[in-house]
């Protein structure tokens, strides 16, 4: 099943369109522009819910007819918004009860967008009846291909503390613990005499004088994403009813922590999400776009929309620069080499008025159709058009990370030994892989991990005796798996696992930690590799290890434990698995995971200069192999057995690929 049925065999290229926010006047040079520069799907809409329903008892479609008819014209369909992210000033006005409540209980006003609480029945009942308008008015429409449902789901507020989510946190809780000593249990409710003796005494964790129950937290998290989930459901249903055969999603950041990218995937007919990578970061920003990329393909293991991506400058950051010539470009190729199916952007034509008025848009303030940015527009999209084979394929990868939200949710709480940048250590891993071109997916522990041959868990702080029993099983079966420090410490009520740390891990990686021993900034402990001798400061964490059937990798030079093992391995059924006790340096993390990879028999795709990066892409008999040049010089790659027609110039590869600085090739594999 193709990602848009009806662009079964071609990538989707196109952007954010808000033509509500122009004369009509503009729409006919917006649609003879998206010709030319090859656009054929655009997210319509997004925010015009007080252009649809400029009052409670009226809506006005008309604008919307024309913009439907003259994209179905020009033959552009459409990502259809359901509108839903920025309620009218009529509903606030009248309704206060829509309005999001922050945790000292003062409502988040109109004014700016998403301020609605995801359980406020008059915002459900007014977001179900305008879906329900929309879809039955284009439900036959020759333009709609699919509907884009709200938009970036708890981006902004991601929680709230009104009336009627403390109802719906009570009733989500009654569902899950059934009786309050359940409930009392799980929180852990002896400490600071918080028992509770009636449901209504319960409140969401709202402003206190100290730090909060964290399991008390870690359920609200849990609510508020499914909450989320169901209001996305909740459209999703309508449109299915009314349009079943058109597919349903919703853009998708990874950053934004409050919504469960692993239980909403599943609810989605496609991952689309907006990719963001901060050009400040140098190749950071590659490799930032990189880790999201992996991450949205895992969640299906399909491919994905990239929905957003900024054509050039933002403005939500201290210094904004716009990307250079060919940088837009490149990483528009990297999304599609990673798993997309299509390159959207924000948005179309940049806005005039209002707060996003200085982030660039595929046609900007003036001279329209002219600019630099316009002709890189346009050329990338020849581009894809050249690039359709690819479409439908993906990435196979023999490594996984594993990457699971409530940990993050509960690593982000307060009152730890020390602040453990989850996703941040969970990409200083996959940095790694992405360096040598290793593919790599990302996985929930308790996933089906039979076709990998390495299992990466960075911090796997909070874990179920389930979990850890399937990443045993995957070490018994031959599998190398490496877990970090703070690994199995809490279980999913955010309570200690008691009888020694790593909890449920211990066996496994035959090792007691008896300790954590949290670094301030300038403190080192050299942790030195037995085999090479090597030395590497450890910084940020260090922890007191006992073996209980380990093998010293590594050792710790300095502090009470010095001559401890940093690094263990234990061998384990038919694998082994590995525990790093320490955060290392990036060479000293190079040198651990080169040992791993060797353990676990996997290889780079193919060896390449750095900056170079290589993927795979492929289904049955179609194999793509994309090699971008992310360097500022030229690249020489050798390409070995992958021979083949370079897509971008149609040329038959040589033994030898030279690629400009930012330059591509997409080789059609023979
Ligand atoms: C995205 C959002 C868009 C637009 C864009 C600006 O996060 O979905 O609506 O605000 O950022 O960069």
């Not at 503009?26 to 010709?35: A, F, G, Y």
């Not at 507020?157 to 109802?167: D, K, N, Q, R, V």
């Not at 990578?277 to 930032?288: I, K, N, R, S, Y």
Request: aromatic content about 10%.
């Amino acid at each position: 099943m193709p990602l848009l049925p009806k662009l079964p065999s071609t990538l989707a290229y196109g952007g954010d369109y808000n033509p509500e926010q122009w004369p009509e006047s503009v729409w006919l040079e917006d649609v003879r522009l998206m010709r030319e520069a090859g656009v054929n799907l655009v997210s319509l809409g997004i925010f015009s819910w007080s252009k649809l329903q400029p009052a409670e008892d009226r809506f006005d479609f008309t604008w919307l007819d024309r913009v439907m008819d003259l994209l179905a014209q020009n033959g552009i369909i459409v990502c259809l918004a359901t509108a839903t992210a920025s309620p009218p000033p009529w509903m606030s006005a009248k309704y206060l009860d829509v309005l999001p409540v922050d945790a000292s209980g003062l409502p988040l006003h109109q004014g700016s967008r998403q301020h609605y609480s995801p359980s406020s029945p008059t915002y459900r009942r007014h977001a179900g009846q305008l879906v329900r308008r929309i879809a039955e008015r284009y439900r036959d429409h020759p333009a709609l291909a699919v509907w884009h449902v709200n938009n970036e789901y708890a981006c902004h507020t991601g929680e709230c503390h009104g009336p009627a989510s403390t109802a719906a946190f009570r009733v989500w809780l009654r569902k899950k613990y059934l009786t309050l000593d359940r409930l009392n249990a799980a929180w852990g409710t002896a400490f600071w005499s918080q028992i509770y003796g009636d449901w209504e005494e319960i409140l969401t964790p709202r402003r206190a004088p100290h730090d909060r129950n964290p399991s008390q937290q870690l359920d609200f998290r849990r609510f508020m994403s499914d909450a989320y989930l169901e209001l996305y459901q909740m459209e999703k249903e309508i449109l299915h009813e009314l349009t079943p055969g058109i597919p349903a999603t919703t853009n998708l950041v990874w950053f934004v922590r409050a919504i469960d990218g692993r239980s909403w995937a599943p609810h989605m007919d496609f991952i689309s999400w907006d990719c963001y990578p901060d050009p400040l970061t140098g190749h950071g920003a590659e490799q930032f776009a990189a880790v999201g990329h992996d991450l949205m393909r895992s969640l299906k293991k399909k491919p994905f929309l990239l929905i957003e991506q900024a054509p050039s400058a933002v403005t939500w950051r201290p210094v904004n620069p716009p990307k250079p010539p060919g940088v837009m470009r490149l990483g528009s190729l990297q999304a599609l080499a990673r798993g997309a199916d299509g390159v959207m952007f924000f948005q179309w034509r940049a806005s005039r008025a209002g707060a996003e008025k200085y982030i660039t848009g595929m046609v900007g303030h003036g001279d329209p159709g002219q600019s630099r940015l316009f002709a890189e527009i346009k050329s990338l999209g020849r581009e894809l058009r050249l690039l359709a084979p690819i479409t439908g394929t993906t990435i196979r990868s023999r490594v996984a990370i594993v990457f699971d939200w409530p940990v993050c949710w509960a690593l982000d709480l307060e009152a730890k030994p020390a602040r453990i940048d989850y996703p941040g250590w969970a990409q200083e891993l996959h940095r790694y892989f992405y360096e040598r071109n290793i593919p790599v997916d990302f996985v929930h522990p308790g996933a089906e991990l039979d076709g990998y041959q390495l299992v990466v868990a960075p911090a796997l702080y909070l874990l179920t005796k389930a979990d850890a029993a399937n990443l045993e099983k995957f070490v018994e079966r031959g599998g190398t798996l490496l877990a970090t420090y703070f690994s199995g410490i809490v279980d999913e009520n955010e309570q200690i696992v008691l009888g020694g740390y790593p909890g449920y891990l211990r066996a496994l990686l035959g090792v007691r930690v008896e300790e954590w021993i949290p670094y301030g900034e300038k403190q080192v402990n050299p942790v030195r590799f037995t085999g090479s001798g090597k030395e590497y400061p450890a910084e940020h964490w260090a922890e007191v290890v006992h073996l209980e059937g380990a093998e010293t990798v590594a050792t710790y030079g300095r502090d009470f434990f010095a001559n401890g093992p940093a690094i263990t391995a234990n061998r384990h059924g038919r694998g082994t698995a590995y525990y790093l006790s320490a955060r290392l340096p990036a060479p000293g993390l190079n040198e651990l995971l080169q040992l791993v990879t060797a353990q676990a028999g996997i290889a780079s795709l193919l060896p390449a200069p750095p900056n170079v990066e290589v993927t795979l892409r492929e289904e049955g008999r179609r194999r793509f192999l994309f090699i971008l040049n992310h360097g500022d010089t030229t690249a020489v790659v050798s390409l070995g057995s992958y021979q083949g027609i370079d897509l971008l110039t149609g040329s038959k590869t040589d033994a030898r690929l030279s690629l400009t600085a930012l330059g591509a090739a997409v080789i059609q594999l023979s």
